[in-house]
């Protein structure tokens, strides 16, 4: 099973999202092809209702603790309320990657 598919399984379980988007950004960062080290998640849940976006973000990385020890290396996290996600829908691009050499990667 792919990382993206451990993460959204992950994310699926621990917070019946409404929406959730997991993309792998590896081939944006000096990374070896097929690393799956870098990911941008976007999550729609209830369960962020009153919650902090420090809150929200500390309650993803907690649900993907075993990803990180087994190799997640960057995570960009957007987690919304189906309310604000409906007000607003959809996230910003990700950055390009400032680090490392890009004719580095393998």
Excluded at 10 to 17: D, I, Q, R, S, T
Excluded at 41 to 51: D, H, I, N, Y
Excluded at 57 to 79: D, K, M, P, W, Y
Aim: proline fraction near 6%.
């Amino acid at each position: 099973m792919s990382r993206a598919e451990t993460l959204r399984r992950a994310l699926e379980e621990g917070l019946a999202p409404s929406h959730l988007e997991v993309v792998d950004e590896s081939s944006q960062h000096s990374v070896p092809r097929g690393a799956e080290t870098h990911f941008k998640v976007t999550v729609v849940s209830e369960a962020f209702a009153g919650m902090s976006p420090v809150q929200r973000h500390r309650r993803v990385n907690q649900i993907l603790g075993e990803a990180f020890r087994a190799g997640l290396h960057a995570l960009s996290i957007h987690a919304k309320t189906p309310a604000e996600w409906g007000s607003a829908p959809g996230v910003m691009a990700s950055p390009a990657c400032l680090g490392g050499s890009k004719a580095e990667r393998s």
